[in-house]
């Protein structure tokens, strides 16, 4: 989903960072051969999440959410050179496939693939993170954050995806959606806790910046 005229979205595109060759090939891939191949990040997100990345210049990163591996390759982009990247996923038909790209690009040994319940996984990683990235199950949002936010030090940053959901956020919530009615309750956590700061962008389907205080 796009906010802006189409047009005026394909000049932004068109003078931001380019996508990165290996990128591109991990795209066309996906919508190749992977179903529901939209889940993907995309060229300009991803530039966003890498120049994010890039300013923290995180140690560890979390990402709850792999798919096909697009957003962790952006996200490890920023990383210290001791750094390591945690992924999380409950599809493990998409190791290979992942572990193909993240070894090609450089950061393979760095980047480290769970299969599972992001729940029960987290818990097991004896981090402290700098840069999270939430983009899974939307109706576990406050479950992730809750299980998170002790891993978290002051000026650490989450990033969360898909916090508008189609608009859905604004409209009379349906009988049954847990989806969005997850999302209404995390977007109104993270804007109203005192220890958080965040900021709603409207890149793609929504995207959060919040910040540890």
């Known amino acids: 989903m796009h906010f802006l005229p189409e047009k005026l979205d394909d000049y932004v595109i068109a003078h931001s960072q380019k996508e ?4 591109q090939e991990l795209s066309r891939e996906t919508w190749q051969k992977v179903l529901a191949p939209r889940m993907l990040s995309g060229h300009f997100q991803g530039r966003v999440l890498s120049m994010i990345s890039k300013l923290i210049n995180p140690k560890n990163v979390l990402e709850i959410g792999t798919y096909t591996g697009y957003s962790a390759l952006c996200l490890v982009e920023g990383i210290q050179t001791n750094g ?7 599809n493990e038909e998409l190791y290979d496939f992942q572990r193909r790209y993240f070894n090609k690009s450089g950061y393979g040994n760095q980047i480290i693939q769970h299969i599972g319940n992001a729940l029960d996984i987290i818990p097991t990683i004896d981090k402290t993170f700098d ?11 406050p479950n992730y954050l809750k299980i998170i936010l002790p891993m978290l030090k002051s000026g650490s940053v989450i990033l969360t995806d898909n916090v508008l959901w189609t608009g859905k956020v604004i409209e ?3 009988k049954g959606d847990k989806d969005t009615e997850a999302l209404i309750k995390y977007n109104k956590i993270i804007n109203e806790d005192s220890q958080l700061e965040t900021i709603l962008l409207p890149i793609r389907d929504g995207l959060t910046i919040t910040r540890v205080k």
Do not use: S, W
Not at 84 to 90: G, M, N, S
């Open 20 to 23: 990165p060759k290996l990128l």
């Open 84 to 90: 390591e990247l945690h992924t999380i996923d409950t």
């Open 131 to 141: 840069l999270v990235f939430i983009d899974a199950d939307k109706k576990n949002y």
């Open 172 to 174: 009379e919530l349906q």
